[in-house]
């Protein structure tokens, strides 16, 4: 791999403990707050990267499209995701989001390139159809539709970033800082009654994780992965992320890892492999 890439699985790793940190938090930590507190102190620390003054000039030049369409989806994908995770534990949330991210991707990319997936892609979003439905055998389908618009929503955001980053080169702190921070202000009135809940010790513990490392660090190496790779193939890279939680899910946390799960999970890594066979065309160039 080269190093986007590396930056890429990273970023997966680091992404995947926020849902075991909103498992520590508990299902009194509404999603919501969860949400707002990773987005507004990672949104804050990702903005010192290029400094205050960079990310106002971005906010200025930057098309209001995009960057709308990324915020209101981090919004959505926050508030979706720690909602699953608080419905159907951490690893169980990971895969189903995971499973959705990649179909939705090829969905915005045939919508916006003019081409129609190929055999790898096909092969790809079969298996994460039997990934789901192997899920749906122990898994509430409320829970389940939660975690798959939090993939589908993450996707957007993806997608939207990638945008903002080709039409300004170099700006991408800024723009994922602007969208990060605009998101928090999306999630903020629902979150507001709950805010006092951050005073105590182990919510501001895990505010600080979330917005940190969870967050600010890995959004970070997002941004570098994008500069040089497609949005599904940073999407391919990002799904260690859910195996990498059902795994950390169930040693620290006690999930079961039931006989679906583990299927599921096998599907996924299927998944990965067939889109990143050599020879297997992802895409064919065609109208959609």
Not at 37 to 59: D, E, N
Not at 77 to 86: D, L, M, P
Not at 132 to 144: D, E, K, V
């Amino acid at each position: 791999m080269n190093s986007a890439s590396w930056a890429a699985a990273c970023a997966a790793l680091l992404l995947a403990s926020a849902g075991i940190a909103g498992g520590v938090a508990g299902a009194e930590a509404p999603a919501a707050l969860l949400g707002v507190t990773r987005l507004l102190v990672g949104g804050a620390a990702l903005a010192l990267l290029p400094g205050p003054r960079a990310v106002a000039q971005a906010l200025r030049v930057m098309p209001f499209a995009p960057l709308a369409a990324a915020a209101l989806a981090l919004a959505l994908f926050q508030w979706s995701y720690f909602e699953a995770v608080a419905a159907s534990g951490a690893g169980v949330a990971a895969l189903a989001s995971a499973g959705s991210s990649p179909i939705a991707a090829d969905a915005i990319e045939c919508a916006l390139g003019a081409r129609r997936p190929g055999v790898g892609s096909i092969a790809a979003a079969l298996l994460m159809a039997v990934a789901l439905w192997l899920l749906s055998r122990t898994t509430p389908a409320g829970a389940l539709a939660l975690a798959a618009l939090s993939g589908c929503a993450y996707a957007v955001y993806v997608a939207a970033t990638r945008h903002l980053e080709r039409q300004h080169a170099g700006d991408g702190f800024a723009s994922t800082a602007i969208a990060l921070l605009l998101a928090s202000f999306v999630l903020l009135p629902p979150a507001f009654g709950s805010l006092h809940t951050l005073l105590e010790a182990r919510m501001a513990l895990v505010a600080a994780y979330l917005g940190f490392v969870a967050t600010a660090l890995p959004y970070a190496l997002v941004v570098v992965a994008l500069r040089r790779l497609a949005a599904t193939r940073a999407l391919l890279i990002l799904l260690a992320q859910p195996l990498a939680a059902l795994v950390a899910s169930a040693w620290l946390l006690g999930e079961p890892l039931s006989a679906a799960v583990l299927g599921a999970a096998v599907a996924i890594a299927c998944s990965i492999a067939v889109r990143t066979l050599p020879g297997v065309p992802s895409f064919r160039s065609s109208t959609c």
